[in-house]
């Protein structure tokens, strides 16, 4: 089974002004980041390890200079887009673990705080995304859907643009009903998980602003009532919460719960057997409030959710995703015709960059024919993005920058160069010592450049024409259903709130998962009441919060001791198969990733040097480099001296 992709790193070169010169940090590293896997990247401090890992996250200094590649994600460049748009993946797709977790952690700040203010946040911010999203995609599956069933017939397209309308309709039912069922859900588990907060505290005799906390949990147990959430406890978790209030005033005066104690664990209870109830597919029962003109059946919610299903599916959906499948097929089949006229105009057009010398405005002008073939190709249907077609425009825009940048620039630099080397000649002749070295020209080749920019136009082209052989490969009926399961995702995410009370029970419940004990107590610690271990228990369980699709792990465990290492690495392994998450683990050491990594590539002076499974890399290297690093790890097995690695890393100046 092929596997995906979920970063590609092409030909990064990424460079530090400093007052010594420029100097080389990473050059011209290329690897790709499969679903599910561990990648390590290992070498010695300074080998480019942790700039890769920053440029990744659009975190590099303000004197980094990204001189060429791309970072492929979800089909878009990251090397090109905004801070804006950065913000959108950056701690919510791709996080990223530091190797000393005071460098992510607010000293003055309580760690709660620190875990729940991003949860908020990107909650806000997912609700905003998804509902643009969701009518965005709804659109230009209705355009399709008439051009690929209607064919010209103005009734036919008519009644399609009324299913999808109605798909809209019962959608908005479905967000109406979702919410407020999460309104009550929402009262439910705050009132709950505050319940058992203080609960906790009595027990432990210590409880804060008795008052104020009591009288929320019976305000939010009361908003707890729905027909899905509380609804046959009604009338008992009424009377216990009579019995709270009415008692409450002489408890906090004396300070013993005793009598408000059964009450209280009471309510818990009942809003705790709540709280685990199956949540009604509001999607299927949007749908049969809006257009069966029937009351709901009282059943269980299992039960309900069977007849529901069957219901929409019977009614709607199996004859939309007929037409909806229709309209997949066509946008696939236009896309497939698209490829081979942008395959064709590439091939003719091609010799302009052929030329000894470009010429800048055809080249800007035959950039703009290319874009515009490139964009009419992609197929906007797909839920997963063609990466290479996206950031085509992107990619070769920015190597024409370069090329004709360099045309000014490799002039200067030479004349520059020549006459400091000239200046530092005529010192030396005159029997001084010059304090300072003369910085090498930074001269670009032009012909790597204008080959580069024919690498990019023959590499869509075999892209496009693999796709073209596979096009018969392709599952139909797979991607219509991914297609309404987006939408629903989308939907759903539009109602879906993130409160503070929330974020604390989520923080609290990835504070148990990281292994930190007594996270209740725990919660309103400051950072430099825990332990380096637990610190960094912290920090990953920060990195986990958003649900990340990539998590970067940089020198993770290199602060931390021996038995608190293998703690932490362990933890790592557990949260990586737990969660499906895909890993990125940088170190030094490559005892480190024995267990734990998929594939190591092993980088010295900025490249990659060897790649390899962990297998290949432990018993099999290649690289000299590979050898030294592997002589200079403790072995167990042996009295032999460790090898140390020779000298120094180069001068990366030079």
């Known amino acids: ?182 309104t009550a859900r929402e009262a439910a588990d705050e009132a709950q998980f505050e319940l058992d907060n203080v609960l906790f505290e009595i027990e432990k005799n210590a409880l804060k602003d008795p008052k104020y906390r009591i009288k929320k949990i019976c305000k939010q147990a009361v908003l707890s009532q729905h027909k899905y959430v509380v609804s046959k406890d009604t009338s008992d978790l009424l009377a216990a919460v009579a019995d709270v209030k009415k008692g409450l005033s002489a408890a906090v005066k004396s300070k013993d719960y005793k009598e408000i104690n059964p009450a209280l664990k009471k309510i818990n209870g009942i809003l705790k057997k709540a709280c685990e109830l199956e949540m009604p597919n509001f999607f299927a029962l949007g749908y049969f409030v809006a257009f069966s003109g029937k009351e709901v059946p009282e059943m269980e919610i299992p039960e309900l959710n069977k007849y529901m299903r069957k219901y929409l599916d019977d009614n709607f959906m199996l004859d939309f995703i007929d037409n909806a499948k229709k309209a997949v097929i066509y946008s696939a089949e236009a ?113 790597t450049v204008r080959g580069d920019l024919l690498h990019q136009i023959d590499r869509l082209i075999a892209h496009y024409e693999k796709k073209l052989a596979n096009r018969d490969k392709r599952n139909y009926d797979d991607e219509t259903v991914a297609i309404i399961d987006y939408l629903k995702e989308k939907a759903s995410n539009y109602v879906t709130k993130v409160t503070k009370s929330m974020a604390k029970k989520k923080a609290i419940k990835l504070m148990e998962e990281v292994g930190i004990p007594e996270p209740r107590r725990r919660f309103n610690q400051y950072p430099h009441e825990f332990s380096g271990g637990m610190r960094q228990r912290i920090v990953i369980a920060i990195a986990l919060a958003a649900d990340p699709d990539i998590l970067i792990c940089d020198e993770t465990t290199t602060a931390l001791d021996v038995t608190i290492q293998s703690q932490i690495l362990e933890l790592i392994n557990e949260k990586k198969v737990a969660r499906n998450l895909t890993v990125i683990f940088i170190t030094h050491d490559l005892g480190v990733v024995a267990n734990m990594a998929d594939r190591v590539a092993v980088m010295y002076a900025g490249k990659i040097v060897e790649t390899g499974t962990a297998n290949e890399v432990f018993y099999e290297a290649a690289h000299p480099y590979t050898w ?16 140390a690695i020779p000298g120094t890393p180069p001068n990366m100046i030079y």
């Open 628 to 643: 030294a690093l592997l002589s200079s790890m403790p072995d167990l097995d042996t009295n032999e001296k460790l090898e």
């Open 1 to 182: 089974m092929k596997k995906e992709k979920k970063l590609e790193v092409k030909d990064l070169t990424i460079s530090f002004r400093t007052d010594d010169g420029k100097v080389q940090a990473v050059r011209d590293i290329s690897f790709d980041l499969y679903k599910g896997e561990t990648l390590a990247i290992v070498g010695e401090s300074g080998s480019g390890k942790s700039v890769t890992s920053k440029t990744i996250l659009g975190i590099l200094a303000p004197n980094a200079i990204v001189e060429s590649g791309e970072i492929i994600y979800d089909g878009k460049d990251l090397l090109k887009i905004s801070e804006e748009d950065y913000c959108e993946i950056r701690g919510d797709k791709i996080a990223m673990i530091f190797q000393d977790p005071m460098s992510s952690l607010n000293p003055v700040v309580k760690i709660g705080r620190q875990l729940t203010e991003a949860m908020i946040l990107k909650g806000k911010a997912r609700q905003k995304e998804s509902r643009k999203s969701f009518n965005k995609f709804l659109a230009l599956l209705k355009e399709n859907m008439v051009k690929a069933v209607a064919n010209g017939d103005a009734a036919k397209a008519k009644e399609l643009e009324e299913k999808c309308n109605k798909f809209n309709k019962f959608e908005l039912k479905h967000l109406e009903l979702q919410k407020k069922y999460a």
């Open 335 to 447: 896309s497939y015709k698209e490829k081979e006229e942008a395959i064709a105009f590439l091939k003719k057009n091609r010799s302009i960059f052929e030329k000894p010398e470009l010429d800048k405005k055809e080249c800007r002008q035959a950039l703009k024919e290319f874009s515009k073939e490139v964009m009419e190709s992609v197929d906007k249907l797909e839920i997963i993005k063609d990466s290479l077609a996206y950031t085509f425009s992107t990619g070769f825009e920015a190597d024409l920058k370069k090329y004709f940048g360099a045309t000014k620039n490799n002039a200067k630099e030479e004349k520059r160069f020549a006459r400091q080397t000239a200046k530092h000649e005529a010192l030396i002749a005159k029997g001084k010592i010059p304090s300072y070295e003369v910085i090498p020209a930074a001269v670009i080749d032009l012909e």
